[in-house]
């Protein structure tokens, strides 16, 4: 089984250097033409969705309904996984992530993502106050911001998550815009975060939730936003990893 999964692994990473060799001169052009940076990340869509179907893992989506054409949204995403990333690229719209600022390191892929999405160096306060920055111009542009609240992989217990971080329902309320929580409900059984990085094969599954309005709010209702939309994905990976809370 450890061959197999070995082999998998080796396999997927293959298929990831591959699309994306391919795919960067394109992710060049568009970072180079100036206002194409919107084009850029669609082809980042088109990847997530060719490289999954390469790997032969296939994606269940759940509630892309709820997404309004043209509203800038913020996502608030569970993080187990260093897949979590890859497979956000599922998500409808205009989407710049947020990442930590180690990507930059990595050649080829550290400069394409740092020029078209956000990397932060969570360690920094100055690094975090000009992410919201940056963040809020994009979504002043209309796109939309993907956010990891628990800043990194942290739990030890996936999949229950550890305590979310204000960043994202700071940005969500300032800007006024909805908040949705995203659920990703088997990427710690798909990649763990164990040390081994070995895949396992097992459908993914993203849950897009009601969006959450933030019209009206104020910073005394952040701590009530964050523990909402704690408790709605919390309550879905329970759900979907059969675990009694």
């Known amino acids: 089984m450890i061959i197999l999964r070995r082999l998998y692994t080796i396999y997927a990473g293959l298929m990831f250097l591959l699309t994306f060799i391919l795919l960067f001169p394109v992710f ?59 497979m956000s690229g599922f998500l409808p719209g205009d989407v710049v992530y947020i990442g930590k600022s180690s990507i930059r390191k990595i050649p080829l892929f550290g400069y394409y993502f740092s020029k078209l999405h ?39 217990s996936a999949p229950i998550m550890s305590k979310f971080k204000d960043g994202a329902f700071t940005l969500a309320i300032e800007k006024q815009i909805p908040l949705i929580p995203v659920t990703l409900s088997y990427n710690h059984l798909i990649l763990p975060d164990d040390g081994k990085l070995l895949l396992n ?18 910073s005394k209702q952040l701590a009530e936003l964050k523990q909402k939309c704690h408790d709605t994905i919390q309550e879905q990976l329970l759900k979907d990893n059969t675990i009694i809370p």
């Open 201 to 218: 094969f097992k459908k993914g599954k993203i849950v897009i939730h009601h969006p959450i309005n933030t019209q009206g709010m104020t």
């Open 118 to 156: 956000i990397a932060v160096n969570r360690s920094s306060l100055k690094s975090r106050g000009e992410v919201l920055i940056r963040a809020k111009k994009y979504i002043s542009k209309g796109s939309s911001i993907v956010i990891y609240p628990e800043g990194g992989i942290t739990t030890t």
């Open 28 to 86: 060049v052009i568009c970072i180079w033409i100036p206002h194409w940076e919107a084009y850029g990340r669609k082809v980042n869509q088109f990847w997530a969705k060719a490289y999954f179907t390469l790997i032969f893992l296939p994606i269940k989506i759940e509630g892309k309904e709820h997404i309004k054409k043209g509203q800038p949204y913020v996502y608030a995403a569970n993080h187990f996984s260093y897949i979590d990333i890859a």
